[in-house]
């Protein structure tokens, strides 16, 4: 069979790029088996502290990951650097949780971002990436209150489980575009646009309790700014079904930008983006496939829309896993800098293999690619496009390519 020369994909026409998706997403579950052992996600999501099952507990848990990070972009010489947090996040972190009685459970966690190449933290707040207080009923559901995780497509609908670094999921998925005044979400879009928060400050959720294989959990956030305007800094909700080996989620994130002028003359206002997503995983433990859908859609006429579709695979065989994930942008009435209607994808994959060391310890590899089409400038783990000879913008059409090697240390 000859290979899909995906360096044309751009060219083609928009319905037509769908329909090719589409039909990849099909075949890719079309010989799907029946699960003969224990879900491969499932087992890992057990590890983390919030799914333990004593009564009352307090553990101190984290993550060293340290490795060798290669980048190299079209025009422009590579370069090697040390990295932290090439497949899990280097972290420190606390949970407690105390039984109330009546199947009542109190539980908060502190979770701070570190960079363990030279100790220091991720982020000016010290508890970056959770700090919340939750009471959790298996008959009512549980509410938590805090800088927490989005109600939204699971983290692992990616096979590296969204991570900053290493994921096409991050930096294409969350169109990390690079601009002439630095670094934005969905900058094609036009002013405003913006994109799902993996973490939300500020914010109240509540999940269901699960009703047979059916369960829901919503999400609202003040503006994290502390401004008046805009009131809402983000809502919304996923509604998921778990049964066998297959896992189904739809959901609907609402995000509002800070005022920014949406036409020249006119007072500076805040943009809502409406991100519709669904995503579905089959895992048998021996085999996972994961696929999405995502759409961005500022709410301004004069705005852009995304699109995004997601492949992932997961294979463990042994002290071996190996990992592939591809994920393709496309969009409608994108502008470039000058903000003139132009065409405008990028198409990112990565491959990864993991050498569990022990149950704590592990080895991996990254390599992977992030091309760009039309006036797209998605940037890949971080690394600076090269520029227009004489100015601050950014080439198009330029690949980032990428290699990584570490070893991560959970305790």
Known sequence: MRAINFTHLASMPSSFRRALLCTALACAFTHASAQTTPSYLMTRLAQLPEFSRA????????TVDLG??????DHAAGKWQMQSGGTYSSKLGFYASEDLGGGLKAEIKLEAGLNADDGSQQAAALFNRESW????S????TVRIGNQINAMLPLFIDP????VTNSVYTWVGGGIMQTPRGLGSNTDLGPGAATIPVRVPKSITYATPRVGPLSAQFIYATNPTGANEPRTGARGG?????SGPFYLAASLTQGFSSPVVVTAGTPARSVRTDIPSVGAIFDNGRLVLSTSWVQIKPREAQSGEASLVTLGLIVPRGQFTYRASAVYRDTER???FSGQLAESSALGIMLGADYDLSRRTGLYLRAGSVRNF???TVILNGTALPLVAGTTMPQMGIETRTLAMGVTHHF
């Open 138 to 141: 298996a008959t009512w559901g």
């Open 334 to 336: 994108a502008r470039d």
């Open 55 to 62: 009564a009352s507990t307090t553990v101190v848990y984290g």
């Open 133 to 136: 207080i939750g009471l959790r």
């Open 238 to 242: 996923v509604l998921s079904y778990n």
């Open 68 to 73: 060798a990070l290669y980048t190299k972009t």
């Open 160 to 163: 590296y489980g969204l991570p």
């Open 374 to 376: 039309g006036v797209s």
